[in-house]
């Protein structure tokens, strides 16, 4: 654990450091900006909120990517799972009657962007334990393809009176606000840290999380104690993908209330930094999708100081800083 939390301090260092540098470049003390950044957002209720909302979608990709990196596979297809899970979770959430109660009609919705991503999610494993295609290519290409089909669905099924945007889901699947501000947060940052600590309970507490786990630090030694390898793989796939899924819960229940196109575009990638930054531990997930929700968000908050796009360059600069740090804090002493 402390060489994990070493390799997430020299990354933040690092990015805090080339962040001062592209400040310099754009004619601003840093100094003064990474204050405006912290004091604008946390002296502002709507900033807080935003900065849960954005945490919470993260949070949950963050955590679906962490899962398969701990069983030793690379899904880096969480855009897509979180596309189908948006598409599905909407398109459920239309259908229900309007007068269908909160008890069911949240579970109901909840439960199809579970299940639109976790399917997406095993037919990558599918593919990689029956035909030893890697996931990562795989993942890829799943993306392009959610994403050519969802469109499709929107086109003829989804968008209402020439817009990009669906009807309306019934009162009863909403989500209640947090009320910080008229922000966007919501009831769904409560299910995120649900599955933070039902995914650290599996890792940490059960056969099954030892199981994945070993899977992930040597597939040959968990074989030879009896380990269905191949039967871990797409049951970690497909939870994987569910967790992703359940971005949807946050963007289409808790603040839209509908289906968008576009909406929750480039979280799932994003969720891959949240992973490596958090160390692909449960805890340790949920601070990146915080810290990652702060840059996001403050960098609106300061963007007459800086380009918005500064904040943007600063998260791709995150998960370069992890993988350089990773290997100096494995160095013997």
């Not at 999610?121 to 990689?128: D, K, T």
Request: glycine share 14%.
């Amino acid at each position: 654990m402390k060489r994990e939390l070493q390799a997430a301090a020299i990354a933040l260092l690092a990015s805090l450091a080339l962040g001062s540098v592209l400040v310099l470049c754009v004619g601003q003390s840093p100094g003064h900006v990474w204050w405006q950044m912290v004091a604008r957002t946390f002296s502002s209720e709507y900033d807080v909120g935003q900065v849960l909302f954005k945490a919470t979608a993260l949070t949950f990709t963050g955590l679906g990517v962490a899962l398969a990196l701990d069983a030793g596979l690379f899904n880096i297809g969480a855009e897509g799972q979180l596309l189908a899970g948006t598409l599905a979770c909407a398109m459920v959430g239309t259908a229900l009657p309007h007068g269908t109660p909160a008890i069911v009609a949240i579970p109901v919705c909840v439960l199809a962007a579970a299940g639109a991503g976790g399917a997406i999610g095993a037919l990558i494993g599918v593919m990689r334990v029956a035909r030893g295609a890697n996931e990562v290519i795989t993942s890829i290409m799943l993306n392009a393809i959610v994403a050519g089909v969802a469109l499709s669905i929107g086109n003829h099924y989804v968008f209402a009176n020439g817009t990009t945007t669906g009807l309306a889901i019934a009162p009863g699947a909403e989500l209640p606000s947090l009320g910080l501000g008229g922000s966007a947060a919501n009831v769904a940052l409560v299910l995120a840290l649900a599955a933070a600590g039902g995914v650290w309970w599996l890792r940490a507490r059960t056969t099954w999380g030892q199981s994945w786990r070993a899977v992930g630090a040597d597939r040959e030694a968990a074989r030879s104690v009896g380990i269905s390898v191949g039967r871990v793989q797409i049951v970690v796939m497909t939870g994987s993908g569910a967790l992703c899924g359940l971005a949807a819960t946050s963007s289409v229940l808790g603040h839209e209330h509908a289906y968008a196109q576009g909406l929750g575009v480039g979280t799932g990638f994003l969720g891959i930094s949240a992973a490596l930054l958090g160390r692909v531990h449960p805890v340790g997930v949920v601070a990146a999708a915080l810290v990652l929700g702060f840059l996001s968000s403050g960098g609106l908050a300061v963007n007459d100081l800086v380009p918005k796009e500064l904040t943007e360059v600063l998260q791709g600069v995150v998960v370069l800083a992890i993988a350089a740090a990773v290997p100096l804090t494995r160095r013997p002493t």
